[in-house]
């Protein structure tokens, strides 16, 4: 405690011996003893034995150089936990919740118990006692949310503005508004943007391109995007590399693929029958400028961009169309859209379809004939075996076609929309060819079916290992989700390279309770069983249904802690497609479709069976995932 009180408190010591040094002069004031009753109270008061502090009062002047630290422009943090607020009816209603959300009963490891403490507490202390923020909204309606950030929405109503505070989104290693994204976080920028058309005039393309029950229900989904990341070479075929001599070999060669794969450049064509509420949606396969074809740039190194743990936000910026574009804007918007991202020491080739056109077989095999077309030096006599190119006959159930389906709805506000992606950890986990290997040993010596598949086994240890990473109730019923290519289900069966969309989700469930009680081998057995179902009876049926009344898949709002849903597939050729750059060395995935439980499974880049899985989860799913011992005890370092 400092300031000039020898005035003030005499020169006098009684009564206050502890904290008077007798130093001061004149009689003690009224401000005097105050202060020296303040001073004992507390303590503040010590003198240095047989010295005099202030003898005399003088001028100090000295110079201060300061060097002032650049403030951090770190990401924006969360509102502070109030617990002081913890007492009375918030310590009942926090204890409550804590009793009911627990779910360490059980748990022998240290660190696994510690962390579902923890992340419980914390979950519920967030909805307990944090501040609650009141804003007016739309129509002078009130709101109240808990979590919240800086970024503010700003919607546009019919007689009034709202102003929304919008929760933070997690994205990779970085926290960011969903609205204005974190300027400080880089972006690949723009360079130039391309329109590509068909090398040639190609007669199928002058009639309309029909789509399929299969197709007609992702009009509200995203599209396709996967990327791989090529190094940068020095040199191609003997000659300095150039950025701009290879965008136009790749431009050409993708305008030769279009030749073959022509619906990708037209765009989607609505026709409304207001009289009877319905609509046909096609492919105008010359409407539109063609696919896009943007070349971008960006100064970060492939270490950059696969070596932090998380998939790294400035991933989505190599990629065109963002996640609040779905299928039906494909009216407005490209098909196809290629965006070549080069970086310091490397290049990425992008790829966003519009998932209404491809599934995931159209969608590689189209990558797997441009890189063909590509290595063949685009020239345009170059053949591609017949059995290989796409084939365009529309399959019709019995009874149906060749008239185009119908779809009861006339204005996309029925059945369009547009959901913001919740906040995710995306993570890529390495399984290595022996891992996989010794997992499939492991599923058929528990399991109750014969011929478990690797691919099963592995979708098995995913689905256990993320529900006890989400910490469900023991009797909450869960689901899993596998994409099926039907093609061969069917009898007769299609071509293998049929055109379009022609999988099948489909679910296996159980409680949580069941899941985890048995063991591996049980849960890979009924994954098993679910897919020996699959025949020409259920994809008919599948077909049948949604005739009598269509649906619309949901991707990111049918994803929550209870599904966990796999898609894409190990057998795609995804590290053929090289381009004149050798071997791609990695996979990364856009915006497209994601949400919590979604599983892209991918091959490893050095082949020979190992995989790779991308997983998305929320954050503390994650970090629980992380120390799940049967998952870990199978993931490789890649």
């Not at 924006?76 to 310590?91: F, G, S, V």
């Not at 505070?165 to 943007?193: E, H, L, Q, R, W």
């Not at 098909?335 to 599934?359: K, P, R, Y």
Request: hydrophobic share 35%; aromatic share 12%.
């Amino acid at each position: 405690m400092g300031s000039d009180l020898n005035g003030h408190v005499g020169v006098s010591r009684d009564g206050f011996k502890s904290v008077h040094g007798g130093f001061g002069y004149g009689p003690r004031d009224a401000s005097g003893e105050a202060i020296m009753d303040f001073a004992e109270a507390d303590d503040l008061i010590w003198v240095i034995p047989r010295e005099s502090m202030v003898t005399q009062h003088q001028i100090f002047v000295m110079t201060i150089r300061l060097k002032e630290k650049a403030k951090k422009k770190g990401r924006q943090e969360e509102p502070r936990i109030k617990w002081c607020t913890l007492k009375d009816a918030n310590a009942k209603v926090f204890t409550e919740k804590v009793n009911k959300e627990a779910d360490w009963d059980g748990e022998v490891d240290p660190d696994m118990i510690w962390l579902r403490m923890k992340n419980c507490f914390l979950r519920v202390a967030k909805e307990c006692l944090l501040p609650t923020y009141i804003m007016w909204y739309y129509r002078c309606k009130i709101a109240s949310i808990h979590k919240w950030s800086k970024g503010i929405t700003l919607l546009r109503g019919a007689t009034a503005a709202t102003f929304i505070y919008t929760p933070k989104a997690y994205y990779g290693d970085y926290m960011c508004s969903k609205d204005k994204k974190n300027p400080d976080i880089p972006v690949a920028k723009c360079i130039s943007k391309y329109f590509i058309k068909p090398n040639h005039e190609v007669e199928e393309s002058k009639q309309h391109y029909h789509l399929a029950p299969h197709d007609l229900s992702l009009l509200s989904s995203h599209h396709i995007q996967f990327g791989l990341l090529f190094n940068k070479p020095s040199h191609t075929k003997n000659q300095a590399f150039s950025i701009q001599l290879f965008l136009e070999r790749l431009k050409k060669s993708l305008s030769l693929t279009l030749d073959h794969f022509y619906p990708l450049a037209g765009r989607l064509v609505t026709e409304v029958d207001e009289d009877k509420h319905e609509s046909i949606v096609y492919v105008d396969c010359n409407k539109g400028p063609g696919a896009r074809f943007i070349h971008a740039a960006l100064d970060m190194t492939i270490s950059d961009i696969l070596s932090p743990k998380n998939v790294p936000l400035v991933v989505q910026s190599f990629f065109d169309l963002n996640e609040e574009t779905v299928n039906y804007d494909g009216s407005s918007k490209p098909l196809l859209t290629v965006q070549v991202t080069e970086l310091l020491d490397g290049i990425f080739i992008a790829c966003s379809v519009n998932h209404c056109i491809t599934d995931g077989i159209s969608y590689w095999h189209f990558w797997n004939i441009w890189s063909e077309i590509h290595r063949g030096n685009n020239d345009e006599n170059h053949i591609i075996c017949e059995s290989h190119l796409p084939v365009y006959t529309r399959w019709y159930p019995d009874g149906h076609g060749p008239n185009p389906f119908r779809i009861p709805f006339t204005h996309p506000d029925e059945f369009v929309r547009k959901i913001k992606p919740p906040q995710l950890s995306d993570r890529i986990f390495h399984f290595s060819s022996e891992s996989i290997a010794r997992l499939k040993v492991v599923a058929n010596e528990q399991g109750y079916a014969k011929n478990i598949s690797s691919y099963q086994s592995l979708c098995a240890l995913v689905w256990r290992s993320t529900v006890r990473a989400n910490r469900l109730c023991h009797d909450q019923i869960i689901h899993n989700h596998l994409m099926a290519n039907n093609r061969h289900k069917l009898d007769p069966p299609l071509p293998k390279y049929y055109f379009g969309n022609f999988f099948q989700p489909f679910t296996t469930s159980v409680t949580v309770g069941e899941l985890l009680e048995n063991d591996l081998g049980w849960a890979a057995s009924l994954l098993h069983q679910s897919v020996v179902s699959l025949n020409d009876k259920t994809v008919r049926g599948f077909v049948n249904e949604w005739l009598k009344s269509p649906f619309f898949y949901y991707h990111a709002e049918g994803l929550d802690r209870s599904n966990v849903a796999v898609a894409n597939s190990p057998k795609f050729d995804m590290y053929g497609n090289e381009f004149g750059l050798g071997k791609a060395i990695a996979f990364r995935t856009g915006h497209g479709n994601k949400g919590v439980g979604l599983v892209f499974a991918c091959p490893g880049s050095e082949g020979g069976g190992s995989v790779d899985l991308e997983i998305c989860l929320p954050p503390d799913s994650m970090d629980a995932l992380e120390l799940d011992k049967e998952f870990m005890a199978f993931v490789s370092l890649p």
